[in-house]
Structures are given as structure tokens and as C-alpha cells.
């Protein structure tokens, strides 16, 4: 069974700075891995996806790397912003079935002003 | 507006009840799914669904039922709650598993005393 481990599960650091947010899988064999953005008392947002046969996507001040065959996958964020404070989860989807898709838990971070 | 909408966004209800969570999506996305978000488990799937009147079950699926006689909506009922079913409940939706991105609503915070 796929499992996703996020560290670490909260993170707090002062506004300016990049960081890097680790997300892990067990079994390599997958379609694509997520990013997600979740607020308090929100749903989740989709940051960034990357298919299996990619290395890398960006949007803005994000950039996700993804290694299939070390199974992970990292969140860069540029010049954090204390609008950047979140719950961020990756996601990873394997099997091809629309049940396929397995969550991390989460990295709580506050980017302090 | 466009997007994927729940209702109702709070709900209090009693053991033994049957409550229904109601999803509507404007996009005519063919995948559309139900999670539960508790702390500890993260994310669970409950039903999926892949196309009207095609349903399918997830991870976490005893003592919900769904229905999808139109694309655009996906009830999730839980015919007798129960105090574990307290919970948060997302809806989601996606135009395909593999390539595309998946789109939450804000959610439905169930309280069952």
C-alpha cells in the first residue's frame, strides 16, 4: 500500500526567506504527485502537478521537483510571504484508478512577518 | 458561479439521522470524488465516481451511500449517522485522473451528537 510521508509537520520561519518542503512516497510506480495548498476551514487548492514522466514544474515562486525512483518529492517556495502561511499536502497517484490517489498529512507552515 | 460548490457548509445533526451533503460542479468534469479530512488519518476516500451513474467505493465507504444521475452533482448520504462520522467532508472533481488537476470544494464540517 502507497503511503506519503511529509516532514517535517509544521515549519515556521520569518518572512524573506526559501524553503524547501519534503514530501516522500513508498512505491515509485506512480501516475503524477500533487501539490496542494489548504487554509483554515478551506478546501484544498491545487498548486502544482507533475506527471511521472517529468522532473520539475514551476509556477511563480514555486517549484516542485519530483525523483520517481528515490520516491520524493520537494516544494520550493521563493521569498516567503506571510500570505504564503498554509497547510501544504502532496498527493501522489498510482494504479491508474481514480481511487489511486494517496495524501501526505501535511506541512503546517508559518511564514512570521 | 463557475466551480464546484457544497452545501451545506455546517451541519449539526443526531446519531441515528440520515443527512445528505449535497456537491455541484460547473466544469462537467467526468471524475468526481467525496474525502473526509480527520486529524491523525488526513485524507480518506469514500465514493468516487467516474462518469453518470458509475460510482465506485474508496478507502473509508461503511455507512455512506451516493448517487449520480447527473454529472454535475454527487450526494454523499449517510444514511444513520453516527458520532464517528463527526468529521470534515470535501467534494471534488477532475476531467481526468492521470493528466489534470484535482478541484475541492470548501467543504462541509458534519458534527453527529
Known amino acids: 500500500k502507497q503511503e506519503v510521508t511529509q516532514i517535517p509537520a509544521a515549519l515556521s520561519v520569518p518572512e524573506g526567506e526559501n524553503l524547501v518542503l519534503n514530501c516522500s512516497f513508498t512505491?515509485?510506480?506512480?501516475?503524477?504527485l500533487q501539490w496542494f495548498r489548504q487554509d483554515p476551514g478551506k478546501g484544498l487548492t491545487s498548486l502544482l502537478l507533475?506527471?511521472?514522466?517529468?522532473r520539475e514544474q514551476t509556477s511563480g515562486r514555486l517549484n516542485a521537483s519530483l525523483d520517481k525512483s528515490s520516491g520524493r518529492s520537494t516544494l520550493y517556495i521563493a521569498a516567503s510571504q506571510p500570505g504564503d502561511s498554509a497547510t501544504y499536502l502532496c498527493?501522489?497517484?498510482?494504479?491508474?484508478?481514480?481511487?489511486?490517489?494517496?495524501f501526505g498529512k501535511g506541512t503546517h507552515l508559518i511564514i512570521q512577518p | 458561479d463557475a466551480g464546484i460548490t457544497q452545501s451545506p457548509r455546517y451541519k449539526i445533526t443526531e446519531t441515528g439521522r440520515q443527512v445528505t451533503l449535497m456537491c455541484h460542479q460547473t466544469?462537467?468534469?467526468?471524475?468526481m470524488f467525496w474525502y473526509r479530512q480527520d486529524l491523525g488519518h488526513g485524507l480518506r476516500l469514500i465514493y468516487y465516481?467516474?462518469?453518470?451513474?458509475?460510482?465506485d467505493k474508496g478507502e473509508v465507504p461503511d455507512g455512506y451511500v451516493v448517487s449520480r444521475s447527473k454529472t454535475e452533482n454527487f450526494p454523499l448520504t449517510l444514511e444513520s449517522a453516527t458520532r464517528s462520522q463527526t468529521s470534515v467532508y470535501f467534494c471534488?472533481?477532475?476531467?481526468?485522473?492521470?493528466?489534470?488537476?484535482?478541484?475541492f470544494g470548501s467543504g462541509t464540517q458534519l458534527s453527529v451528537l
Open positions: 507533475i506527471q511521472s514522466s517529468q
Open positions: 465516481s467516474a462518469a453518470a451513474d458509475i460510482t
Open positions: 466544469w462537467s468534469h467526468s471524475y
Open positions: 498527493a501522489v497517484l498510482a494504479g491508474g484508478g481514480a481511487d489511486g490517489l494517496t
Open positions: 471534488a472533481s477532475s476531467g481526468t485522473v492521470v493528466n489534470e488537476k484535482l478541484f
Open positions: 512505491d515509485s510506480a506512480i501516475y503524477n
